[in-house]
Protein backbone atom coordinates (compact mmCIF):
# COMPACT_ATOMS: atom_id res chain seq x y z
CA UNK A 1 0.00 0.00 0.00
CA UNK A 2 2.70 2.25 0.67
CA UNK A 3 4.51 1.44 -2.53
CA UNK A 4 1.71 1.96 -4.33
CA UNK A 5 0.61 5.47 -2.70
CA UNK A 6 3.85 7.16 -3.03
CA UNK A 7 3.90 5.91 -6.74
CA UNK A 8 0.48 7.94 -6.99
CA UNK A 9 1.70 11.02 -4.60
CA UNK A 10 4.91 11.15 -7.23
CA UNK A 11 2.31 10.85 -10.25
CA UNK A 12 4.34 7.85 -12.20
CA UNK A 13 2.33 7.85 -15.09
CA UNK A 14 2.62 11.64 -15.56
CA UNK A 15 6.70 10.90 -14.73
CA UNK A 16 6.62 8.01 -17.20
CA UNK A 17 5.75 10.46 -19.96
CA UNK A 18 8.39 12.71 -19.24
CA UNK A 19 10.99 9.94 -19.55
CA UNK A 20 9.45 8.90 -23.37
CA UNK A 21 9.65 12.74 -24.32
CA UNK A 22 12.91 12.86 -23.23
CA UNK A 23 14.18 9.63 -24.66
CA UNK A 24 12.23 10.12 -27.64
CA UNK A 25 13.57 13.98 -28.54
CA UNK A 26 17.48 12.06 -28.18
CA UNK A 27 16.86 8.94 -30.44
CA UNK A 28 14.44 10.04 -32.78
CA UNK A 29 15.20 13.92 -33.06
CA UNK A 30 18.33 14.50 -32.13
CA UNK A 31 20.80 11.13 -33.24
CA UNK A 32 18.85 10.71 -36.67
CA UNK A 33 18.95 14.67 -37.49
CA UNK A 34 23.01 14.24 -36.70
CA UNK A 35 23.08 11.01 -38.52
CA UNK A 36 22.24 12.40 -41.67
CA UNK A 37 25.17 14.79 -41.40
CA UNK A 38 27.48 11.60 -39.99
CA UNK A 39 27.82 13.76 -36.85
CA UNK A 40 28.57 11.65 -33.67
CA UNK A 41 26.68 12.80 -30.51
CA UNK A 42 28.50 14.97 -28.37
CA UNK A 43 26.29 14.55 -25.03
CA UNK A 44 27.39 10.73 -23.66
CA UNK A 45 24.81 8.06 -22.74
CA UNK A 46 25.54 8.79 -19.24
CA UNK A 47 25.26 12.78 -19.50
CA UNK A 48 21.83 12.12 -20.85
CA UNK A 49 20.92 9.31 -18.47
CA UNK A 50 21.40 11.35 -15.29
CA UNK A 51 19.80 14.44 -17.24
CA UNK A 52 16.88 12.28 -17.69
CA UNK A 53 16.85 10.74 -13.67
CA UNK A 54 17.58 14.50 -12.57
CA UNK A 55 14.66 16.00 -14.68
CA UNK A 56 12.51 13.29 -13.19
CA UNK A 57 13.61 13.41 -9.52
CA UNK A 58 13.04 17.50 -9.41
CA UNK A 59 9.10 16.74 -11.09
CA UNK A 60 8.47 14.17 -9.00
CA UNK A 61 9.53 16.16 -5.88
CA UNK A 62 7.25 18.92 -6.99
CA UNK A 63 3.99 16.64 -7.31
CA UNK A 64 5.14 15.57 -3.52
CA UNK A 65 5.20 19.16 -2.39
CA UNK A 66 2.26 20.24 -4.55
CA UNK A 67 0.05 17.59 -2.46
CA UNK A 68 1.80 18.40 1.01
CA UNK A 69 0.84 21.76 0.47
CA UNK A 70 -2.65 21.10 -1.08
CA UNK A 71 -4.44 19.07 1.96
CA UNK A 72 -7.23 21.94 2.28
CA UNK A 73 -8.01 21.92 -1.80
CA UNK A 74 -7.89 17.59 -1.78
CA UNK A 75 -10.22 17.59 1.12
CA UNK A 76 -12.63 19.18 -0.91
CA UNK A 77 -12.33 17.81 -4.77
CA UNK A 78 -10.77 14.19 -4.25
CA UNK A 79 -11.44 13.84 -0.07
CA UNK A 80 -11.49 9.73 -1.15
CA UNK A 81 -8.03 10.49 -2.70
CA UNK A 82 -6.08 11.87 -0.17
CA UNK A 83 -2.21 10.52 0.36
CA UNK A 84 -0.54 13.01 2.66
CA UNK A 85 -1.82 12.91 6.17
CA UNK A 86 -3.83 8.81 5.37
CA UNK A 87 -1.38 6.62 4.23
CA UNK A 88 1.49 8.75 3.81
CA UNK A 89 2.41 10.98 6.89
CA UNK A 90 3.19 14.46 6.50
CA UNK A 91 6.36 14.38 7.81
CA UNK A 92 6.96 11.56 5.29
CA UNK A 93 5.95 13.43 2.62
CA UNK A 94 8.02 16.69 3.13
CA UNK A 95 11.20 14.12 3.90
CA UNK A 96 10.27 12.56 0.20
CA UNK A 97 10.21 15.80 -0.96
CA UNK A 98 13.81 17.04 0.26
CA UNK A 99 15.34 13.64 -0.63
CA UNK A 100 13.53 13.98 -3.93
CA UNK A 101 14.52 17.57 -5.08
CA UNK A 102 18.27 17.14 -3.28
CA UNK A 103 19.01 14.11 -5.22
CA UNK A 104 17.92 15.49 -8.24
CA UNK A 105 20.35 18.55 -8.19
CA UNK A 106 23.07 16.31 -7.66
CA UNK A 107 22.52 13.55 -10.40
CA UNK A 108 22.28 17.32 -12.65
CA UNK A 109 25.80 17.80 -11.52
CA UNK A 110 27.63 15.65 -14.07
CA UNK A 111 25.62 16.13 -17.16
CA UNK A 112 26.20 20.30 -16.21
CA UNK A 113 30.02 19.32 -15.58
CA UNK A 114 30.15 16.89 -19.09
CA UNK A 115 28.83 20.12 -21.17
CA UNK A 116 31.47 22.60 -19.50
CA UNK A 117 29.51 24.67 -17.07
CA UNK A 118 28.08 23.32 -13.25
CA UNK A 119 26.51 26.32 -13.37
CA UNK A 120 23.66 24.86 -15.59
CA UNK A 121 22.45 22.96 -12.70
CA UNK A 122 20.62 26.06 -12.27
CA UNK A 123 18.17 24.79 -14.44
CA UNK A 124 16.53 22.08 -12.15
CA UNK A 125 17.49 24.58 -9.17
CA UNK A 126 15.11 27.24 -10.75
CA UNK A 127 12.37 24.18 -12.14
CA UNK A 128 12.43 22.84 -8.38
CA UNK A 129 11.86 26.50 -7.14
CA UNK A 130 9.11 27.36 -9.78
CA UNK A 131 7.08 23.85 -8.65
CA UNK A 132 7.58 25.17 -4.80
CA UNK A 133 6.38 28.52 -5.76
CA UNK A 134 3.58 27.02 -8.03
CA UNK A 135 1.89 24.57 -5.31
CA UNK A 136 2.62 27.70 -2.55
CA UNK A 137 1.20 30.45 -4.42
CA UNK A 138 1.24 30.43 -8.07
CA UNK A 139 -1.63 27.90 -8.84
CA UNK A 140 -3.83 29.79 -6.69
CA UNK A 141 -3.43 32.98 -8.92
CA UNK A 142 -4.82 33.80 -12.38
CA UNK A 143 -3.27 31.96 -15.43
CA UNK A 144 0.52 32.19 -13.31
CA UNK A 145 0.26 28.97 -12.59
CA UNK A 146 -0.63 27.58 -15.59
CA UNK A 147 1.47 29.36 -17.48
CA UNK A 148 4.64 27.99 -15.27
CA UNK A 149 3.44 23.96 -15.44
CA UNK A 150 2.88 24.67 -19.68
CA UNK A 151 6.30 26.53 -19.97
CA UNK A 152 7.98 23.49 -17.47
CA UNK A 153 6.60 20.69 -19.48
CA UNK A 154 7.99 22.57 -22.92
CA UNK A 155 11.21 22.91 -21.47
CA UNK A 156 11.57 18.71 -21.38
CA UNK A 157 11.58 18.95 -24.78
CA UNK A 158 14.30 21.58 -25.34
CA UNK A 159 16.82 19.94 -22.54
CA UNK A 160 18.12 17.40 -24.43
CA UNK A 161 18.96 19.56 -27.42
CA UNK A 162 20.30 22.25 -25.56
CA UNK A 163 22.78 19.93 -23.65
CA UNK A 164 23.99 18.40 -27.01
CA UNK A 165 24.29 21.72 -28.36
CA UNK A 166 26.30 22.94 -25.03
CA UNK A 167 28.27 19.80 -25.85
CA UNK A 168 29.19 20.33 -29.25
CA UNK A 169 29.88 23.89 -28.26
CA UNK A 170 32.56 22.63 -26.41
CA UNK A 171 34.01 20.77 -28.73
CA UNK A 172 33.78 23.75 -31.46
CA UNK A 173 31.87 21.78 -33.53
CA UNK A 174 28.73 23.37 -35.29
CA UNK A 175 25.19 22.69 -33.64
CA UNK A 176 23.53 20.77 -36.34
CA UNK A 177 20.20 19.62 -35.21
CA UNK A 178 17.48 21.13 -36.80
CA UNK A 179 15.64 23.08 -34.68
CA UNK A 180 12.06 23.58 -36.17
CA UNK A 181 11.35 20.24 -35.24
CA UNK A 182 12.08 21.01 -31.66
CA UNK A 183 10.33 24.04 -32.19
CA UNK A 184 7.41 22.47 -33.06
CA UNK A 185 7.20 19.60 -30.55
CA UNK A 186 8.29 22.25 -27.60
CA UNK A 187 4.89 24.44 -28.73
CA UNK A 188 2.87 21.28 -29.01
CA UNK A 189 3.77 20.48 -25.30
CA UNK A 190 3.12 24.31 -24.19
CA UNK A 191 -0.09 24.20 -26.18
CA UNK A 192 -1.62 21.01 -25.05
CA UNK A 193 -0.63 21.11 -21.27
CA UNK A 194 -1.54 24.49 -21.17
CA UNK A 195 -5.01 23.71 -22.40
CA UNK A 196 -5.18 20.50 -20.19
CA UNK A 197 -4.01 23.18 -16.77
CA UNK A 198 -6.78 24.82 -17.48
CA UNK A 199 -9.36 21.84 -17.71
CA UNK A 200 -8.09 20.73 -14.25
CA UNK A 201 -8.64 24.20 -12.75
CA UNK A 202 -12.22 23.81 -14.08
CA UNK A 203 -12.33 20.17 -12.52
CA UNK A 204 -11.52 21.58 -9.30
CA UNK A 205 -13.26 24.62 -9.30
CA UNK A 206 -15.20 23.74 -5.86
CA UNK A 207 -11.88 23.07 -4.19
CA UNK A 208 -9.92 26.07 -5.22
CA UNK A 209 -12.87 28.31 -4.38
CA UNK A 210 -13.21 27.07 -1.04
CA UNK A 211 -9.37 27.72 -0.28
CA UNK A 212 -9.68 31.62 -1.63
CA UNK A 213 -7.78 30.66 -4.81
CA UNK A 214 -8.07 32.96 -8.45
CA UNK A 215 -8.03 30.11 -10.58
CA UNK A 216 -9.43 31.67 -14.20
CA UNK A 217 -12.19 29.72 -14.44
CA UNK A 218 -12.96 31.20 -10.96
CA UNK A 219 -12.09 34.99 -12.15
CA UNK A 220 -13.07 34.89 -15.43
CA UNK A 221 -16.40 31.87 -15.39
CA UNK A 222 -15.97 28.83 -16.57
CA UNK A 223 -17.70 29.59 -19.92
CA UNK A 224 -14.41 31.78 -20.58
CA UNK A 225 -12.11 29.12 -19.57
CA UNK A 226 -13.53 26.75 -21.94
CA UNK A 227 -13.30 29.43 -24.91
CA UNK A 228 -9.88 29.52 -23.60
CA UNK A 229 -9.04 26.03 -23.80
CA UNK A 230 -10.83 25.08 -26.68
CA UNK A 231 -8.63 28.36 -28.45
CA UNK A 232 -5.52 26.32 -27.31
CA UNK A 233 -7.00 22.90 -28.66
CA UNK A 234 -7.78 24.47 -32.25
CA UNK A 235 -4.03 25.86 -32.18
CA UNK A 236 -3.15 22.62 -32.12
CA UNK A 237 -5.31 21.34 -34.75
CA UNK A 238 -4.43 23.97 -36.82
CA UNK A 239 -0.55 23.59 -36.24
CA UNK A 240 -0.78 20.39 -36.88
CA UNK A 241 -2.87 20.70 -40.24
CA UNK A 242 -0.33 22.94 -41.63
CA UNK A 243 2.21 20.17 -40.80
CA UNK A 244 0.18 17.47 -42.31
CA UNK A 245 0.12 19.71 -45.45
CA UNK A 246 4.18 20.03 -45.54
CA UNK A 247 3.96 15.84 -45.22
CA UNK A 248 1.04 16.10 -48.45
CA UNK A 249 3.50 17.93 -50.23
CA UNK A 250 6.46 15.60 -49.95
CA UNK A 251 3.94 12.30 -50.65
CA UNK A 252 4.75 11.27 -46.55
CA UNK A 253 0.96 9.76 -46.09
CA UNK A 254 1.73 7.92 -43.46
CA UNK A 255 2.96 10.55 -41.19
CA UNK A 256 -0.11 12.72 -42.08
CA UNK A 257 -2.67 9.85 -41.73
CA UNK A 258 -0.98 9.12 -38.34
CA UNK A 259 -1.55 13.03 -37.30
CA UNK A 260 -5.22 12.71 -38.19
CA UNK A 261 -5.52 9.71 -35.87
CA UNK A 262 -3.68 10.27 -33.21
CA UNK A 263 -3.61 14.07 -32.90
CA UNK A 264 -6.50 15.63 -34.94
CA UNK A 265 -9.40 13.49 -34.15
CA UNK A 266 -8.76 13.15 -30.23
CA UNK A 267 -8.27 17.04 -30.43
CA UNK A 268 -11.57 17.70 -32.18
CA UNK A 269 -13.32 15.13 -29.76
CA UNK A 270 -11.49 16.86 -26.66
CA UNK A 271 -12.94 20.24 -27.81
CA UNK A 272 -16.51 18.34 -27.78
CA UNK A 273 -16.20 17.06 -24.55
CA UNK A 274 -14.94 20.27 -22.94
CA UNK A 275 -17.77 22.09 -24.70
CA UNK A 276 -20.04 19.98 -23.26
CA UNK A 277 -18.71 19.29 -19.41
CA UNK A 278 -20.90 20.35 -16.81
CA UNK A 279 -20.03 18.31 -14.21
CA UNK A 280 -16.64 17.04 -12.19
CA UNK A 281 -16.80 13.92 -14.34
CA UNK A 282 -17.02 15.82 -17.28
CA UNK A 283 -13.77 17.68 -17.13
CA UNK A 284 -12.17 14.78 -15.74
CA UNK A 285 -12.65 12.63 -18.34
CA UNK A 286 -11.44 16.07 -20.97
CA UNK A 287 -8.13 16.49 -18.94
CA UNK A 288 -7.81 12.33 -18.92
CA UNK A 289 -8.35 13.08 -23.29
CA UNK A 290 -6.43 15.82 -23.30
CA UNK A 291 -3.15 13.34 -21.70
CA UNK A 292 -3.95 11.15 -24.82
CA UNK A 293 -3.70 13.74 -27.37
CA UNK A 294 -0.17 14.56 -25.61
CA UNK A 295 0.69 11.24 -25.82
CA UNK A 296 -0.07 10.88 -29.62
CA UNK A 297 1.62 13.78 -30.16
CA UNK A 298 5.11 12.71 -28.41
CA UNK A 299 4.78 8.83 -30.15
CA UNK A 300 4.83 11.25 -33.51
CA UNK A 301 8.43 11.43 -32.99
CA UNK A 302 8.83 7.53 -34.23
CA UNK A 303 7.01 7.70 -37.44
CA UNK A 304 8.97 11.18 -38.09
CA UNK A 305 12.02 8.50 -37.20
CA UNK A 306 11.51 5.86 -39.96
CA UNK A 307 9.69 8.10 -42.34
CA UNK A 308 12.16 10.70 -42.94
Known sequence: MAILSFLRIIRFQNLAIMALTMLLVKWCLIDTLLGFENIVPAFSNLGFALLV????????????????????????????KIIVGNTISKSAAWNSYVALSLTGLLAAALPAWEIGNVNYVLIQVVS???????????KRQVLIGNLVVAGLSAIVVLLPVYYEAMAEEKLNNTISVNLFFVKAYFAFAFLTTF????????????GDKSAGCKTFPIVAGVVAAKILAILFSFTVIAAVGYIQYLQYET????????FLIAVQIPSLWLVIKTARAKKKNDFHFASTLSKVVMVGGILSML??????
Open 53 to 80: ISTLLVAAGGYVVNDYLDTDIDAVNKSD
Open 128 to 138: GGLLWFYSYSY
Open 195 to 206: SRELIKDMEDLE
Open 251 to 258: QDYISMIY
Open 303 to 308: VFKYTL
